[in-house]
């Protein structure tokens, strides 16, 4: 190599992941913490909320929908907008834009415009989620990268989980309103962070300008003793893709793999989507229980969501990322369809609430590290978005189903089996992964 050229990636690739790198991921983890609580909160508190317009609760359904439909469209577009662009500054002002338009959620007088501005606010998150995601990625050494991305979902998991533990508390304080004011403060107060301390991908300056000084000092923060002559030349060995990202998804044996990844995600995502949203109702009008103690019920997915992950990597160590999906989206749809068990038993709803966040939320973490992890940079985050807004998609029909499904009056071993079922179609995805990784896909266990 040149004595001008330096590569970035012995530094990006060191495992050890050094002060720098770990403010980085921890930041993201706070910023999908407070993005999962401002995303969820009205999953949780639906009941309150639809009390609060003065329609039905299945009216939420509508809801529920307007916001998948915004998440799809913030998922199809902005991702692929970044990997030209880059992602530093439209995780910024997207974070920014949701933070303003959940504080407007609050001045909502009906449905209609309610659900109009939660569709612009998901339509933000969709965007911003995808690049969050592929920014952490390009930071984290390849042999850690699996079990980082997987965890990074956690954080996720917890701030929507937080949404229901507090959410009843401050509606009992003040309103529901109090549980969107203190969601969306919270956000907008971190992104002034973001503006001084994220980072820009390095892979994507170096495409951009390979002498950009900013990946010198980018590298220099990840590793202090690093060097590098004035003017440098940055070059790294990922391949990169031409053209339109989103033809490189189908581009060099990956078309079967991004059509598997794809099913799994919205399949899975029809499945977290629909429970998210129905879930705290279902086990208040299905179980018989009242309103706030099926919302904290539900919000017992937090340690499932944190547990989840962890055990999930555990077993990615010895089965690999695509096997143990297929594992646990295969328990998972058994243990949720025999969620009618409530309505007999109401102490099995915290268990029910937590097998939610341990199997379901969990697997669609993994499946989102998946993703991450089977794409070069340059396409990234079209890849995560584009599987996500596959995902979205479904997500606008499975909620839906599940409020037309409470209308009509379904019981519980109808609707929870119902519900579950794409859970299925998932594993069965997950499967033919497999396959296709042992015929020559690289392996993505850690």
Not at 135 to 153: K, Y
Not at 412 to 426: D, E, F, M, N, T
Request: aromatic letters at 10%; glycine letters at 10%; hydrophobic letters at 55%.
């Amino acid at each position: 190599m040149d004595a001008a050229q330096r590569s970035i990636d012995p530094v990006l690739e060191r495992p050890r992941m050094g002060a720098y790198r770990w403010m980085l991921y921890i930041a993201c983890g706070v910023l999908m913490a407070l993005e999962g609580y401002d995303a969820y909160v009205v999953a949780n508190l639906a009941a309150v909320i639809a009390k609060g317009l003065a329609i039905p609760i299945p009216a939420m359904a509508f809801v529920f929908t307007a916001q998948a439909a915004g998440m799809a469209l913030g998922f199809y577009t902005i991702p692929m907008l970044a990997d030209r662009i880059g992602r530093r500054g439209l995780i910024i002002a997207g974070s920014a834009l949701f933070g303003v338009l959940t504080l407007v959620s609050t001045v909502a007088v009906d449905l209609q415009q309610f659900a109009i501005v939660r569709f612009l606010a998901f339509a933000s998150l969709g965007g911003t989620m995808p690049n969050i995601v592929a920014l952490v990625a390009e930071f984290m050494p390849t042999v850690r990268r699996g079990r980082l991305l997987t965890w990074l979902f956690i954080a996720h998991g917890l701030g929507a989980s937080i949404a229901g533990l507090i959410g009843p508390t401050l509606v009992a304080y003040h309103s529901w309103q109090a549980a969107f004011w203190a969601g969306g403060g919270l956000l907008l107060a971190f992104v002034p962070f973001l503006y001084l301390y994220l980072p820009e991908s390095c892979r994507f300056l170096i495409v951009r300008d390979p002498c950009d000084p900013r990946i010198g000092r980018i590298l220099r923060r990840i590793d202090n003793t690093f060097e590098y002559a004035p003017g440098a030349r940055f070059v790294t060995a990922e391949a990169s893709t031409t053209g339109i990202p989103l033809a490189g998804l189908f581009r060099e044996g990956r078309a079967l793999m991004t059509l598997m990844l794809w099913l799994a995600m919205g399949a899975a995502l029809c499945v977290t989507a629909t429970l998210s949203a129905w879930l705290p109702s279902y086990l208040h009008v299905l179980g018989g229980l009242d309103t706030s103690t099926a919302t904290r019920m539900s919000a017992m997915s937090a340690f499932g969501a944190i547990a989840g992950p962890v055990l999930l990597t555990a077993m990615m160590k010895r089965m690999g990322m695509a096997r143990s999906l297929m594992l646990t989206l295969f328990i998972a749809f058994i243990v949720m369809s025999l969620t009618g068990m409530v309505r007999e038993r109401p102490q099995l709803g915290w268990v029910f609430g937590g097998a939610f966040g341990l199997l379901v939320i969990s697997a669609q973490a993994g499946l989102n590290s998946l993703v991450a992890s089977s794409y070069p940079s340059s396409i990234r985050s079209t890849a995560i978005g584009w599987a996500g807004g596959i995902g979205r998609v479904t997500s606008m029909i499975g909620p839906g189903l599940g409020g037309a499904m409470l209308a009509a009056g379904w019981g519980s071993w109808r609707i929870y089996p119902a519900v579950a079922s794409p859970l299925l179609l998932a594993a069965i995805a997950m499967m033919v992964f497999h396959t296709l990784r042992s015929d020559g896909i690289p392996d993505t266990r850690d």
